[in-house]
Every structure is written in C-alpha cells, then in structure tokens.
C-alpha cells in the first residue's frame, strides 16, 4: 500500500526547525514525541539561538523537551493523528513488530505481509494490558488489517461491544484478551471485519478514511473476577478518541490532494533537508 501522506510527514518536519518568528503569533501546536497539543503560548525554551533576540531559534515542547514542535501556521495540522504520523517518519526506530504475551506473541499484518505498529505502551494494573495503535493511510483501495496471537492450541470467544470487538483466550492458568476499535456486522464505523481462529480482521474498502486503529491486549492469572478486569482493561476505547480523525485532518487531507502536495514538497527541497 502506497502510502500518499508520507511526504507530509516529511515536509512537516521543516517546520519543527528555526521556527521562533512563526511562534510570534498565538497558534495550536503539537509534539511529534510526546504527542502531546498545546498553545504556542506554553512554549518558554528555545535553542540553537544565538541570543533572546534571536528569532532562529527552535522549540522545544514543554512536556518532554524535545526539538519536535509544530504549529498550524505551517499549514500542518498539529492533531494526534497527525503527530503520529510524524513519530511514525522520524521516530519509527521504537515502532513494534509483535508483543509478547503469556499465551504468545501478537502481530498485525497489513494484506498478509507483517506489519510494525507505531506505538505501544503498557498500564500497569494489577494485570498487564498493552495498547497498539496503527495508523492507517488511507488510499481508498481495499485492504485487510489482520491481530492475531501466534498460538494454535488456544482458540478464543469473540465478543461485540460498543465500537470493540473483543477475544477472550484462555488457557495454562491465563486468560488474555485481544480488544479492537470496531463494529462487525454494522455501519457505525467506515470498515469492517470478522473473528477469525486466534484474532481479528479488519476489511476496509474505498469508503474507508485515514484514522487510527487501535487495538488493546491485557492479560493476568485466570479466575471469574480476573476475566472480567482483563477485559475491560484491553478495551482501547478511550485511547482511540484521543486520535480521532478532527476537521483540521480532513481540511488538510483536502488541501494536499489539491495542489498543496506539490508546493510542501517544493519548500522541503529548498529547505535542503534532503
Ligand atoms: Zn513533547
């Protein structure tokens, strides 16, 4: 699958360089590390500056310190969605191909060729739960997204909720969930998908809009009351709002597939970052 955003995620990072004249002007602004969005206001550390005076200097986000601030005068939209994107292009180093888990190690796969994954973090609880996020680009072609837990011993009981599916594993004193960002059956999401032995697979089509899919693992010794905690801990729900697609990502979808492609790409060869 092409992916036709990868330049923006490129061209975007000019922006992240030099840029203390641009923050002269009140703007939103995001971290392509920490992902975090703020006012340019909050930013109060510059470097690569000469003196205060200095109007070259470059950003550093004030909740991880690092060179990696954006802001939307670039034309860029500072959303999670795109931020991570972003991490994606300049970070990828700490993406993740599996995770590893007590009843096996699980992956995606994108058309049956596997995947890395752009983010992962784990919550401690009192059991372990694992969120992976998966940015999908969309081309508007057809694709299948593909979690499954590489155990062929084990066979799981899928489950539907509100916008998850869920699949309860258990088995040598574990029980483990697999939860994904989806509504099998139903036209409440823009994909779809079915269980299939050991996982889950999403289907998209050409109705189907970049965003974020994400997916949650939790796991813990198997008894009635842990069942029920490690399914409401792999639920990823929550995290999967916070990277909804916004109307600044389909106002900037809109504008790069008209024209605004060419001239970002026209910036970054000049900018010689390349
Ligand atoms: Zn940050």
Not at 28 to 38: E, I, P, S
Not at 212 to 233: H, P
Request: hydrophobic letters at 30%; proline letters at 3%; one cysteine or more.
């Amino acid at each position: 699958m092409k992916n036709i955003y990868k330049d923006a995620y490129n061209a975007a990072h000019v922006f992240s360089m030099y840029n203390k004249k641009s923050f002269s002007i009140s703007q939103r602004c995001g971290c392509f590390y920490c992902l975090k969005t703020f006012s340019s206001d909050e930013i109060d550390e510059y470097v690569d500056e000469k003196d205060e005076n200095d109007e070259n200097g470059t950003a550093l986000c004030p909740y991880c310190d690092i060179d990696s601030v954006i802001g939307e005068a670039s034309g860029y939209p500072p959303t999670r969605l795109f931020l991570l994107g972003m991490y994606d292009s300049w970070f990828s180093m700490r993406g993740r191909e599996d995770v590893q888990t007590p009843l096996g190690k699980v992956r995606l796969f994108l058309d049956g060729r596997p995947e890395r994954f752009s983010y992962c973090f784990e919550e401690k609880q009192n059991n372990q739960t694992v969120r992976m996020l998966y940015l999908y680009d969309s081309d508007h072609q057809e694709h299948t997204l593909k979690i499954q837990i590489q155990n062929q011993t084990v066979t799981g009981h899928g489950e539907s909720g509100n916008d998850v599916e869920t699949l309860s594993l258990h088995d040598q004193g574990i029980c483990e969930t697999l939860a994904c960002t989806a509504s099998f059956g139903t036209e409440r999401l823009d994909y779809q998908g079915n269980y299939i032995p050991n996982g889950m697979k999403l289907l998209m089509d050409e109705k189907t809009e970049r965003q974020v899919f994400c997916f949650g693992i939790s796991w813990d010794e198997d008894s009635e009351r842990n069942r029920i905690l490690v399914k409401q801990a792999a639920d990823p729900i929550q995290t999967w709002k916070q990277y909804r697609r916004t109307d600044a990502d389909e106002q900037f979808e809109e504008k790069w597939n008209h024209g605004f492609r060419e001239k970002a790409l026209e910036e970054y060869r000049k900018s010689d970052r390349i």
